[in-house]
């Protein structure tokens, strides 16, 4: 991982870590630089682990936006929807006859 961003940056690890290493370098130098590797891989963690909750947060609060819409929408949905069901209809039903033929007329309404 350090290697990718002395890549990137086009500079060495040594100077990303803010410290010289020499080529003959003792084993106090190779501790602190493994002291750093370990620090930087621990902020690199947290950072990780930070950004994935931040997504999950994010994800939930809109998957939940969404179905608490949805169940807004399908009760006003029933509750504004006028229903014939309860309501009573009321029919008047017309016969009369004309020259020998019979017709029949029906009105329907609601009161």
Do not use: W
Request: charged letters at 20%.
């Amino acid at each position: 991982m350090l290697n990718r961003l002395a890549e990137l940056f086009e500079v060495s690890v040594s100077d990303l870590l803010g410290s010289k290493v020499s080529q003959s370098a003792t084993v106090a130098d190779i501790n602190e630089v493994a002291n750093q590797l370990s620090i930087l891989n621990e902020q690199l963690v947290m950072q990780a682990r930070n950004r994935k909750r931040t997504l999950k947060i994010i994800l939930i609060s809109i998957a939940s936006i969404i179905f608490i819409s949805f169940v807004i929408y399908s009760v006003a949905l029933l509750l504004l929807m006028p229903s014939h069901t309860s309501e009573a209809l009321t029919s008047v039903e017309l016969n009369c006859t004309l020259n020998g033929e019979e017709y029949k007329y029906v009105v329907t309404y609601d009161e």
